[in-house]
DNA sequence: AGCACGCCGACT
DNA sequence: GTCGGCGTGCTC
């Protein structure tokens, strides 16, 4: 018998195996199987397919052996594998390793060890084999990591060799068990006490008058009336004891301690309430989705901010998995919507997954084994699109434009909006993409009669959208008004706001300080070492940052080109805004949230907390502020640069400015009562403001899908981006000009580059790139693909090119 | 992705 | 001559 295994690696297939006898039982598709590649490495991979027959132009191994007989991925998981390795010019494997939770990949490692025999003769050792030699009578197994590091080698593979050959030491190859079951003590009788009472006499007996062994025997009866297990903790706390009492009673016989197994998994312990009733908006629009769903397989809910899609979704959830469906319910970041995510669990209780990227591994392997078990309803991010569900029949994809459901690094480079799309149709089930501001894309896909449409156009509860208001910079400006980075009308709002008790929001898309430091004498930058941008300045922790590689330094106290103290921020960030904002308003409550303020498990719960419980009378944030909020008490809402979102050098810059403008907006005013944004701006009169202000979707799309169509962007055209890196700029040179020249033979025209992005070099690779335009037809799309993969392949038989990376992004939004 | 093999320059 | 670094190609 042989086997298709497929390893969790870049190689373009699966490897062939073949099955010993006695474990062919055991073979079906989407086992784990141990398998050896290679020398000695050991792995665990996936059985994809069974071979007909025995191949002849390799040699065949065994496996090693079956992990768990029961499938791990079903049959649709891997079809879809397959497809998205297809759709985005990856290997499968790439994307086995998105999918499968870490805990279920394991390889092995190498250990050295010292053979019992050698005798601590060190004489004919070198000097570092020595060095090795001595420090395995201290620590009995090291790694190959280790032995790098105490001889302080890049290369030790020699080393090791003639350590075996000289028979000091043999290497041992063992797969580690990553994922591994919690356990608690708990405490029972001995099997002589267990069966009936006049046992348990006996052993009261045998305490006699040790008072505080009876108090716990006793403590632990009335427990056991009460639960199937005891944990030790259970019985320490009701019987007021001590650890040392039930080790005593432990060795007397009478207890036993044994462990069990317990799911990580937090259990909800609040009551579960029913949902509120429905609005009439919302009842109109369940109506209409069904109609929809008869049509379309898949179906765009647009529903303006505080339309109430949420309660909308919760109903449809219900009515799925009361049909015995299970349903995924994806978020982008979801580490950002905890308010969702509390929300779900007051309803659906225990029938909720959560699975997103702040989880362990040991987590994330047990919520992939109660989705198999049938677990109803996965709340997730991206990810999650890869769980094993057997029946799905809801798909919810909510803040559809997110763009973080797009993932750029590594491969695979998909976007889990689109593969809801598709995974949605191989389970027959039905998919809603919900939010207030459409992608473009998607709403062309609704226009060319792809997808269903249903529209909430009203507030929920008769609320009124806020009131959106220009502040021209310039004229402040002109006539001095401006405080830093404020307006005095914005600052006057904010009084205001805040003398009735009410709460802001201020948005500005750039954490940190400010983005550059620079000499006003000779005109210096700080400049990040590893990449081409310059590094951001970070008071609160005294640093200079790169927000590209992460690298750190301490901020120069003078020029370090001229020597001179004149050293000037230039820009803005959060961290400004929040600094300028508490000298301008000294009395108010001001927090900031940001990647640096929400870093920690649970920053982000934790300020939205205080912000709920009015600690916080301000809150300063990123885009982070746009997500998901849900504040009753929020009356004015303020943008600190519109400029900087409408002047991005992407083709989407519009696109997201408007997306950022009006989420941020909507989270103004929420009950009761309109609220107001301010957008401070230089610009005015650009259209996309009028836009937000007005409300005008239809009005931003026209525009916006006529620009699209007249320079041949998306929707109208796919996009394949090809990043070329090296650390040798040289080689990034040839390598992209010679795909670029490859590609440009078959393609002419839809071909451009290679160019400079605008970050050039990133963690010391130097970059260019390559964009190729294609038209919305499969076999134009399926031969450029193809030629670029053979293009790519040329290259890297080219000398000098093998180390030449070529990553491909397909819809590179 | 890891690992071995073999080429090549540097140093004994 | 030998050691160590690095590019190249293979792994069922």
């Known amino acids: 018998m042989y086997i298709a295994v497929l390893l969790p690696l870049s190689v373009p297939q699966a490897y062939t195996y073949s099955v010993p006898t006695y474990l062919q039982k055991d073979i079906q598709l989407g086992v784990q199987v141990e398998v050896q590649l290679g020398k000695r490495k050991l792995y665990t991979g996936l059985v994809v397919g069974i071979v007909a027959q025995a191949p002849t132009e390799f040699e065949v191994k065994d496996i090693l052996a079956v992990i768990d007989p029961s499938p791990i991925v079903n049959e649709k998981q891997l079809k879809f594998w397959q497809w998205i390795a297809d759709y985005y010019c990856c290997t499968q494997g790439e994307v086995m390793n998105a999918a499968l939770p870490s805990g279920l990949k394991l390889t092995s490692e190498t250990k050295i060890v010292l053979r019992p025999e050698f005798d601590d003769d060190f004489t004919d050792l070198t000097e570092q084999e020595y060095l090795i030699a001595e420090a395995l009578t201290i620590q009995n197994k090291l790694t190959v990591e280790e032995v790098r590091k105490i001889v302080d080698k890049k290369k030790v593979d020699r080393l090791i060799d003639s350590l075996i050959s000289k028979r000091v030491i043999f290497v041992e190859e063992e797969l580690e068990q990553k994922y591994k079951v919690k356990t608690v003590s708990c405490v029972r009788l001995a099997a002589a006490y267990q069966d009936d009472n006049a046992q348990l006499k006996t052993a009261f007996e045998q305490i006699g008058r040790a008072i505080k062994q009876t108090e716990a025997l006793l403590g632990y009866v009335q427990l056991s009336k009460q639960r199937q297990h005891i944990t030790k903790k259970e019985l320490l706390e009701t019987s007021k004891t001590e650890a040392a009492v039930i080790t005593a009673l432990v060795k007397k016989g009478i207890f036993e301690i044994y462990p069990l197994e317990i799911s990580r998994l937090n259990t909800y312990e609040e009551a579960v309430l029913s949902s509120l009733p429905l609005s009439p908006q919302q009842t109109e629009a369940l109506q209409q989705l069904a109609k929809s769903f008869e049509t ?389 009169e650009h259209p996309v403001l009028k836009e937000v202000i007005n409300n005008d979707f239809q009005g931003f799309l026209e525009r916006e899908l006529k620009e699209r169509y007249d320079f041949q962007y998306p929707p109208f055209f796919r996009l394949i981006e090809i990043t070329v890196s090296s650390e040798e700029i040289e080689k990034v040179k040839y390598g992209s000009e010679f795909l670029a020249k490859r590609l440009k033979e078959q393609l002419g025209e839809r071909v451009l580059g290679p160019t400079e992005p605008y970050v050039a070099r990133v963690r010391n690779q130097y970059l260019r790139q390559i964009l190729i335009k294609l038209e919305r037809q499969k076999n134009v799309i399926d031969e450029a693909k193809a030629l670029l993969l053979q293009a790519e392949l040329l290259l890297h038989q080219e000398r000098g090119m093998s180390t030449v990376r070529v990553n491909i992004n397909v819809d590179p939004y």
């Open 296 to 684: 379309y397989n898949t179906v765009l809910l647009h529903g303006i901010t505080g339309s109430g899609k949420t309660r909308v979704y919760i109903e449809l959830i219900e009515e799925a998995v009361k049909r015995g469906e299970q349903v995924l319910y994806l978020l982008p970041e979801i580490a950002l919507t905890a308010q969702i995510v509390e929300r779900l669990r007051k309803v659906f209780g225990d029938d909720i997954a959560v699975y997103h990227s702040k989880f362990n591994n040991n987590e994330r392997v047990e919520i992939w084994q109660t989705i198999i078990g049938g677990k109803p309803i996965v709340v997730g991010a991206r990810s999650s699109i890869f769980l094993p569900f057997q029946r799905l029949g809801l798909i919810i994809v909510d803040e559809e434009h997110d763009n973080s459901f797009k993932q750029i690094d590594p491969a695979p480079r998909y976007s889990a909006r689109d593969m809801a799309v598709l995974l949605g149709i191989m389970h027959g089930a039905k998919v809603l993409l919900g939010t207030a501001t459409p992608s473009v894309e998607t709403y062309q896909n609704v226009k060319a009669g792809r997808y269903g449409l249903v529209e909430m156009t009203e507030r929920f509860g008769g609320v009124q959208l806020p009131q959106i208001v220009t502040v021209d910079l310039k004229d402040e400006l002109r006539k001095k008004k401006l405080k830093g980075n404020f307006s005095e009308t914005l600052l006057q709002l904010l009084r205001e706001a805040l003398a009735r008790g009410e709460q802001a929001i201020l948005f500005q898309n750039r954490r940190g300080y400010a983005p550059t430091l620079h000499c006003q004498t000779c005109g210096w930058v700080s400049q990040c070492i590893n990449c081409d941008v310059s590094m951001t300045y970070h008071k609160f922790s005294n640093a200079m940052r790169c927000h590209y590689c992460g690298h750190e330094k301490k901020v120069p106290s003078s020029c370090p080109a001229c020597g001179q103290h004149k050293l000037l921020h230039k820009g803005m960030g959060t961290e400004k805004i929040e600094d300028e904002l508490q000298i301008l308003m000294p009395d108010a409550k001001i927090a900031r949230m940001d990647w640096d303020t929400v870093r920690t498990k649970n920053g982000h719960a934790e300020l939205i907390h205080r912000f709920e419980n009015k600690e916080i009378d301000i809150l300063v944030g990123t885009q982070m502020v746009t997500k998901g909020l849900d504040f009753d008490n929020v009356s004015l809402v303020g943008v600190l640069s519109a400029d900087t979102l409408l002047h991005f050098p992407d083709f989407r810059a519009t696109e997201r400015a408007f997306q950022l403008l009006t989420q941020v907006s909507g989270r103004a005013g929420r009950k009761q009562k309109q609220g107001l944004v301010i957008l401070q701006t230089y610009e005015t």
